[in-house]
């Protein structure tokens, strides 16, 4: 004979492994590492340097 299931368990289940799948290709999508966040803070910092040092001072 098969298990007993509790549909309310088994609902559970599904509705987490779904939620699951969405946060993986969420984090795909839009998830950076710290490396790539503090690389990108040290572009614009560096272009926004580079912009003001080349301003004509009055």
Known sequence: ???IIS???AKKKNTKAEK???AS???LKF???KLEKK???LKVNKADKNLSD???KD
């Open 1 to 3: 004979m098969s298990d």
């Open 7 to 9: 549909f309310s368990k």
């Open 20 to 22: 699951e799948k969405q």
């Open 25 to 27: 290709e969420n984090r």
């Open 31 to 33: 998830g950076r590492t």
């Open 39 to 41: 690389l990108e803070i």
């Open 54 to 56: 080349h301003k004509i």
